[in-house]
Each structure stands twice: as C-alpha cells, then as structure tokens.
C-alpha cells in the first residue's frame, strides 16, 4: 500500500523549488518556492514562512492496509504543519549538524575531494538514516539501479562507516537482517545446511538471484553480516541489541560455516565450492577471503556463546558447539602458493593462466560483457579486490610482507570492473605504502558518481562505493583498524594532500584525528580517556584532551602495476 | 522438407501386419499383411508375393524443396516395387545375416542377456548404418528423448562397437562431425580459443546446451571424437577417410586443447576450468579423464601432420606446431592423491567432503532432481564414471595395482544416476578382478531399455548404454583393448556364463573370440595373419585357423562398495 498526499494543490508558478528530504523524520518531504529563502546578513539563508509552501508525505507498508498508511501520511502531514518549514528545516539543519560533528572528514589540498567525500557521506547517512529496518539497497533511494535490491557490500561496506558515524543507522540495518532470519534458515534447510543462508541479493530475505554460482554460492555474506555484527557491538556498547539480535545472527552464521565446511583427513577445516567476492572467479575452494571471515564469524559466535549461556541456550546452542566452532576456526584451510609466496586468492588460483590483457583492447572493458564467463573463471583475471579484500578486514591474519608480495601481486590481476574495488585498494596501497596509488584510488571511490565515472549514475549513486571513500580516508590514510575490538592507527598523509581530519564515534566518545605529513594529533572530542595505538605504540589518549605523536617514514616498496590501460586515473588535485 | 508416399491404399482389413525398416536401403519401410507370411516346412517364415502389400518411403532434406524430397521418395518407392517384397526382405536378412556374421555375441548360459545383447547390438546398427551422415542421437530414431539431440555419448559408446562392427557407419557418423567443423570452429573462436569446439549438446552442429558449466565446459568431446576418428583409421585402414576427415578432425582438436590449456611456472600444462564426464562435478582444473584422453588426442594429431605432411600443411599445420603438441601432451597434468593412494578425478576432488549416503533415501535418486547442483558439486558424489572411464579408455596410463585402487574408491561414490556408466564400471570391476560385480553392471547395461529400468524408454531406446552392452562382453569379460592399435584380450568368463563368444572386425579381418572359464580360443575367420596379446602374451594367429590359450586365474580382491542402496541389482541368469 502507498499513500502520498500533498498540503497544498501544486503551485502553478514558474518559480524554483527547494526539496528536501527529512533524514530526521520519517516519510516527510519539504518543499517551498526559492522566493521564501531569505538571505542574511551574514549570508546564511533562512526560509520565510510567508507564501506558498508544500509538505509531501508519503509512507509505504507491505502489510498495513491502506486505510492505515494514509492515516500515517496525514499525521506526518499534521506534525510538519505544526512544526512549520522553518522548525522543520531548523530540525534538519541540526540533525545534519550532529552527524558532521560526529563523521566529518576534511582533507585540506583537494577542493574536489573534499566535494566528493562530504556528498559521499551525506548519501551514505541518506541511505542509512531512514532505511527504518528495512534493507539499504545498493543505489539507497536514489534510482531504479538493481531494482531496489540490496547485497553484500551494505554490511561489507556502508555498516563500517555508519557504525562510527550514526551507528543507529548501523543497528537498524542489522536489525532488519534479524527479521529476515527465518527465511534465511529456510533457505539454508533448502540447502541442505545448518544456521543461516541469507541472501547474496534481496529485497525482503529471499535469495533473488537466479544465478547461483556468483549469488547462492557466495556464502561470505554470512561472515560479512557477522563481522558488522561484531563492530556494532564493540563500538556501541548496545547489550539490548546484542541479546536481541546480535547473538542469533552470530549463532545462525556460525552454524551455517560450521555444516558448510568439513574436516579433511589431515584435520584440516575446508570451505569448499563457494565464491568469493571477486564476481571473476566461482565455485572455488577454500576461498581465503571467506575462510579467514568466516574463522572469525566462528570464534565471535563462540564468544557470544560463553558470555551469554542463557540466551545461547534459547537459541538451543551450548559449550559444545561452541567448541566445534572453535575448532574449526583453528583448523581452517589457507591455502597458500610457497613458489610464488603469495596466497592464492583460492586454491589453485595462482596456477591458473593469466588473462592476456595485453590484448584485451580498452573497449572490451567491462569484461564480463565482452568475454563468456567460461573464459573468465579459469585464468587469472580479477573484477574485484578479493584476497585484497582478506587483507584489509582481517588483516591481523597476515605480515606486512605477506600484505606487501599479496598486494603487488592481486594489483596486476584487478581490472576494477565493479565499483566495489578502489576504495579496498586505496585502502591496502596506503598501508603498504603506496601513497600515490592509494590516493588515485580514493579519487575513484569517491568521485565515482558526481563524475559520473561508471556512466550508469542515472541508475542511482553508488552507496557502497561511497561509504568506501570514507573507508580510504579513515582507513587507508588513516591506518584505523578494529581487529578484536582494539582501535589502531597507522596515518600516513598522501603527497598531494596538506592535512586530513577525521572523526569517529566509539563507545560512547567521540575522537577526532588530524594529521598532516609529519605528525597525527588525537583528540577526545567527549568521553573517558581512550587507548588506542598509533603506528603500533600504545597510547592512552586522556579525556578531553590531545595527544601529538610523530608519523614515521612509509615504507618505500617498488611500484605495482595494473593489468594494460587498468591504471587508475591520476588524482589532479 | 518431408514427404512420404503410400505404394497403396492402405488396407482397412483387420489383419496383422508386418513393419519394416531397411536397415540397408535408404527410406524405405516395408509392410504386408500378416496372411502373406508363410511358415514353410523347416520353420522359416517366407513371404507370399500375392494380396495387399504395402510399401511405405520417406524422404527429408534440410536443403533440398519438396519436389526433389518427393522425388527422392517416388525414386524409392519404383525400386522397391521392382525388387518386390521377398526381394527386398531377402535383401534385409542378407544385410543383418552379414552384420551377425561380423558383430554377434554369443552367452551361454543366461538368455535374458542374450536376448538382450543382440537387442542392444541390433538397435546400435539400426542407430548408426542409416544415419547417413547425420548425427546418431542418443535415442537413435527410436524416440523424442533428448529432443533428437546429439551428444559426446555418440562417439565414447558407439562408434567403438560400430568401428569393430559396421565400420562404414562409424565412418559416416565420423563424417557427420566433419561436415559441423566450420560451426565447431566457429565457437572455438567465439570462445577465444583455437581449433575447433564440438558442441556437447547438437543437433545439426551449434552448441544447444543453455547450461554451459556441464554443457561447453565439457571439452572432452574433443577427445572423445579424436579417440573415435584414430580407432577408426587403425581398425579400417581406411586411407581416403584419413586425408578427407581424419586429419582435420584430429589438427582441430589439437588445436582447441593447445589454446586452451596452459603451461605453468613449474612448466607443467594444465587444463583448468572444465567438466569432465561426471556431470555431479563441473568447472574444475585437470580432470583425469579430460586431461589423459586430449594427450592421446595431442599426440594423434602430431603423429598424422608427421605421416601426411602436405594435407597438414593446406591445413596450416606443421612439424612447429606439431612439436607444441606433443610437448603439451608430455607436460600434461595428472593429478594424485597421494595419501590415499588414488587419481583424485580432477585436481581437489579427494579432499572434498564425501556424500552422506547413508542419509540419502532411496527415493531420493536420482540426485540431481532432489538436491541443489551448489551441493553436488562441491561433494565426492560421482553421477557416472568419469576416472573409472579414463580407466577404461586410457588403461595404458595406469598400473594394474592403480586401477584396483581407483576402481575401489569411485565405486564407492558412484551412485548411477545416468546410463552412461554401468557399462563402464562393467569393463573395470572385469578388468580388476570382480567378475560378478561386473556380470551385473553387465546385466543393467544390456536390459536397461527391455526392463524398462530407467522408467523413460518410453522416450526411445538409449543407444549409448546399449552400445555399452557390447563394450562389456568384449571389453570386459573379453577384455579387449586398443591402446596405440594394438589389439590385446584378456578374456575371463564370469561364473554366471558357460561361455561366451564375439566377433570383431579389424584390418581386413574377422576374428572370433570364444571363451569359457579355462581357456580361450582366437579364429582367424577371414583375412591375413594377425597378432595379437593374450593375456600379456604375444599370439600370432595364423589365417584361417584357430589357437588356443589357458586363461590365468583372476586376481583375488576384496569386493569394493557402493553407495548404501546403490549397489547393482544381483543378475539372476
């Protein structure tokens, strides 16, 4: 059922109008003719109430009939007529106010960027804010792009950065992952396994993807819903939610991996026939990106287990199997390749052929629509990050070096057709040192709409890509790593930038980070002191208080190269 | 165009009739009313050239208009009244007297399986002599199973019978590949691949397989065609096929294994993401079967631009490429389970989980129609012989202990869901040492369509498993191979039979092979002296006569397993 209804017939007038969609409240639009915005003296603009304004509300209910949703549509309609344009602009304008205190990113050098990555945060919050436990689809509410579903990438990608910036946002979207839980044991039944299959893309927690080698098969849905579980927790300290939603969703994913995957003879926990991330490549074994998520998914719902017997036990869940997730979790296969010490991104990767891309010519980009996926799963040849993938979110799973030879190698491999993959490559080119790299690819994640960089922007904006850039400030250049719930950094400012600040919130402060080529100054903006690490030293940072620590010299490792004419753009600042 | 003309009217008389299809004479049916038959004194049935008789033609072109199809049909139909009804039926016994002569199998001692053998053998010829090169379907032209489709069955299964039987039909069926290159080529380069690619799934040529990882992944038609074009050179010394078809059938398909496979850094050559003939497996990297038979195929190939080399030359092949074939072919990857002693069927295989079976109802085979193809393809669950066919058709590349150890192993995950496998497991568990276990694979093949077993020979007869109910009598209890043409025997009578006895045509000769349980007895019946090997041991036949040789004891082994509830049904002589 949908309803809209409108305060006023629609003005005739050739006049512009402002439009605003509420992030605040729920179902409302706000609308009034340019000639009420009133500038002042100090050149900020203030709306008169004088002339014609409209309100649109709208409401929508898969259930409710319509009767009901045109009751709500004209209460919403009540409200904001008693409210006024003002109080409700006013509203807004503070609402938005308190989201850039608390997620503001500022780089000082680059005009354009800065553009991008406040657009990029503001659709993120757009996309998240008003979700109201439904799903946040891939293009948000901004366009027809992939008919409304939603995938992976919001847990993988858009849980992260509203986790640290409106986490509420974060935990209504895991909220509506919990309600959709008994299909998704459905499915899993469906599937022969335990726990739960949620769905590589739905609307409402059916699987909608028809094609099941790179939808069904893509498995580390699970952990990426388990891992955003985990971060909610760790960094809002909700325990209502964890009782209520977190520690089923951690039980059911934890019970999935544990039927999914088997003991070989050796002892060895296998994960296999599954699809990574990297759409080029499916039905593979022992994929290191899902393995590594999903031994973490493991041993987080064993936790949960112990630290919460009762609930566990409702859920029919005991030491026992916590035990056995455990175990697995230790006994999980990486494989990896010693002649060319790198990991295969899964097994027998590395010994495939490599795509000739040499001559694969410019137009034949995107492969996948120029070349028959027979071609494209049996050589080396890689949409997406993946195992780069592996080396951003469980990082503390490899050395440097390892992160080093796996980058440089994955590198020459990526083609980046998907806008899931520059900001996870910005991402790992700043922590092994690439700063310049990194930065281009920043650039890519961050511009990808307002440039209209994938020519489908109509389609809608890319919210995944975008929650991305602030992954490649906050996580790239700044180094912020959660890894067991321990907050680190690492900033390292790239050459084309002068100085780049961040916020975050994290259980119950808020920390701003500010660094420039030589020094990074951590300040606790609200809360008790806070230790976090800085380049691997301990620092306690006191309350409302400031703490400066010099940045010590990137490593310098040779250039990688990307596959023929991949290269990203060079960042003009 | 179709067209079919009546000789007469036909009779409205209650009467029985008569309906044959002349396996010799191009479209033509005969028919008579049943009083026309006359029993004469010694038993035989004769034919009255008096009364109503019926002579039924048909034409078809894919080419040629109505009126040359209707010509073709009146052609027909003036020879067959001139030759007469009795001429025409002496004709056809003449024709089937002569086949016998070359092709029947005799058992002595269970007549349901004689019975059904010669079912078998009479529906191979009839599938096979009047396809004039036109595809032979799987359900020959007994049936719309398959929709009349064509697929790799055709020369794995019956080409080897007809090559040793009715060598013109191999031949023609040979030819019919031949005339679809342009198309096979055609898709080699849609593919981006070299040579030529041979449809799994055809009617006229064109890939009509939708499902691509278990339909074009499937290469080993290449081979499997390859294999049927080198056995058919070397049984019918046939020269003019070689330079017409031969050679191009075998450089093309060299071709395409050249292109697609791939050296790796340890400088061994792999051929990744394919499916193999198990169709519960797909998209894996060096399947045995795949890998073993486009060696042999490799190596052919390079051997024929050696022996012609001016008709490879007009074909653009020379020494050069011939040398990257054979190198390829000696770099082949053969994967090895090292611990548990067995081929793993494609590389990774062994070290997946292993089907339950034990919680698998009976109701619920065959699998594929109650179980999501995500779950067969990661398991050890085998739908059809696929290394235990590699046993089969590349034994030269396995040590006897080898074979024991593989056969042991698949039988055990090999659950039978297609009709394509008993036969072949049949020739193994033979050739192994399990005699009865092979008696009733033996049973399965040859009745599959008299028994109905599969429940679909309403759909037509399956040709392939019929086809197979020779290859197990002669293959298996014969145990006759061809490996590099040379014809070796390994006879071995199950306890069921008091003996058994084939023919085979092969360079010029007929040859007769009866065995019982002590010794076995090779007859030149026709042609020059022949060598062959008995058993390991070298005979030289001498013409027209006959030696007799003592059949060593078969080797003792623990009986293998099959899945619970899949074991073959015990055959009751």
Redesign the interface.
Same mark, same amino acid.
């Given at each position: 059922m949908q309803a809209s209804l409108q305060s006023e017939d629609f003005f005739e007038r050739d006049a512009r109008v402002i439009l605003a969609h509420s992030t605040r409240r729920s179902g409302l639009l706000m609308a009034a003719g340019m000639d009420h915005v009133v500038e002042g003296p100090d050149g900020t603009e203030t709306v008169s109430e004088s002339g014609v304004i409209k309100f649109l509300a709208y409401g929508w209910s898969s259930q409710r009939l319509l009767p009901a949703v045109r009751d709500q549509v004209v209460a919403a309609l009540t409200q904001a007529r008693h409210t006024g344009l003002k109080g409700l602009l006013d509203d807004q304008r503070a609402y938005l106010d308190e989201f850039w205190d608390c997620a503001d990113v500022e780089l000082e050098g680059d005009t354009g960027l800065q553009q991008a990555v406040r657009f990029a945060l503001f659709h993120t919050l757009q996309a998240g804010a008003r979700a109201e436990q439904r799903a946040i689809a891939a293009k948000g509410l901004t366009g027809p792009g992939y008919d409304g579903h939603t995938f992976w990438d919001t847990e993988r990608f858009v849980l992260p950065v509203l986790t640290y910036t409106a986490p509420r946002a974060a935990a209504d979207a895991l909220r509506w992952r919990h309600s959709t839980l008994d299909l998704a044991r459905e499915r899993a039944a *469906?599937?022969?396994l335990r726990g739960a299959a949620f769905p590589w893309r739905t609307i409402r927690g059916h699987e909608s993807s028809g094609y099941? %080698?790179a939808g069904? $098969?893509a498995f580390h849905i699970a952990a990426d819903i388990a891992d955003a579980v985990v971060r909610y927790q760790s960094v809002a300290e909700d325990e209502e939610f964890e009782r209520e939603v977190g520690i089923e969703l951690l039980v059911e994913t934890a019970r999935l991996w544990r039927s999914l995957g +088997?003991h /070989?003879?050796?002892g060895r926990f !296998?994960i /296999?026939?599954?699809t990574g991330p990297d759409e080029y490549s $499916?039905?593979a074994?022992n994929n290191v990106y899902t393995n590594l998520t999903a031994q973490r998914n493991l041993r987080a719902a064993a936790d949960a287990v112990a630290r919460h017997p009762r609930h566990a036990a409702a859920l029919g869940a005991d030491l026992e199997e916590a035990a056995s997730w455990r175990d697995a979790a230790h006994d999980i296969v990486i494989p990896w390749d010693e $002649?060319?010490g790198v990991h295969p991104q899964s097994?027998?990767f590395t010994? +495939? *052929?490599r795509w000739d891309f040499d001559r694969t010519e410019p137009d034949r980009y995107p492969l996948l629509l120029h &070349? %028959? #996926? &027979? /071609?494209l #799963? !049996?050589?080396q040849v890689v949409k997406q990050a993946d195992l780069v993938l592996a080396l951003h979110w469980r990082g503390d799973a490899f050395t440097d070096e390892e992160k080093a030879r796996d980058f440089a190698y994955y590198e020459s491999l990526t083609v980046r057709d998907s806008s899931l993959s520059a900001c996870t490559q910005a991402v790992i080119a700043a922590e092994v040192g690439h700063l310049d790299l990194a930065y281009d690819y920043f650039g890519e994640a961050a511009r990808v709409d307002l440039d209209d960089l994938g020519r489908n922007t109509r389609d809608g904006v890319h919210i995944a890509s975008l929650a991305g850039a602030w992954l490649a400030a906050v996580a790239g250049f700044g180094g912020m790593r959660d890894h067991d719930g321990n907050l680190t950094f690492a900033p390292r400012l790239p050459p084309r930038l002068e100085r780049l600040t961040f916020r975050i919130l994290f259980r119950g402060r808020r920390l701003k980070v500010e660094f420039d080529t030589n020094e990074a100054t951590y300040t606790l903006l609200e809360g008790p002191p806070l230790v976090i690490t800085h380049h691997g030293d301990r620092l306690e940072i006191p309350a409302d208080a400031a703490l400066t620590k010099p940045i010590p010299p990137a490593p310098v490792r040779a250039a990688p190269t990307q596959p023929t004419g991949r290269k990203p753009a060079r960042r003009m600042s």
């Open positions: *469906q599937l022969g099941w %080698p069904t $098969a +088997h /070989d003879a050796e !296998r /296999d026939g599954v $499916a039905i074994d $002649a060319l097994e027998g010994s +495939h *052929q &070349f %028959p #996926y &027979f /071609d #799963y !049996r050589k």
